[in-house]
Nanobody, 114 residues
Framework: EVQLVESGGNLVQPGGSLRLSCVAS????????MNWVRQAPGKGLEWVGV????????RYRDSVQGRFTISRDNAKNTLYLQMNNLKPDDTGVYFC???????WGRGTQVTVSS
């Protein structure tokens, strides 16, 4: 029932930008804090950032702060991740996930070439 569909990943040069989207369904999206999580090749999940349901609080891991921005459109059940000044270490599969449980979609691949 719960579905999270990430999109927008691509191959980009270092310093480039991407905007990822996550379309959610099967739950009341607007009532949940939403996170972006990523998985680099051969590594485990790494938390990227979170936006609360009221869109008044944003938190990011230190390595992306100032470069990434999370936003949401509750009317469209969609979460966004604007990524600027991308670095090779940002390479990985990006997932969206609610804070209240450990569900996520299939992810979208971001590859930053060097």
């Amino acid at each position: 029932e719960v579905q999270l569909v990430e999109s927008g990943g691509n191959l980009v040069q270092p310093g480039g930008s991407l905007r990822l989207s996550c379309v959610a369904s099967g739950f009341t999206f607007s009532m949940h804090a939403m996170n972006w999580v990523r998985q680099a090749p051969g590594k485990g999940l790494e938390w990227v950032g979170v936006i609360n349901s009221g869109e008044t609080k944003l938190r990011y891991r230190d390595s992306v702060q100032g470069r990434f921005t999370i936003s949401r459109d509750n009317a469209k059940n969609t979460l966004y991740l604007q990524m600027n000044n991308l670095k090779p270490d940002d390479t990985g599969v990006y997932f969206c996930a609610p804070s209240s449980w450990g569900a996520w979609g299939r992810g979208t691949q971001v590859t930053v070439s060097s």
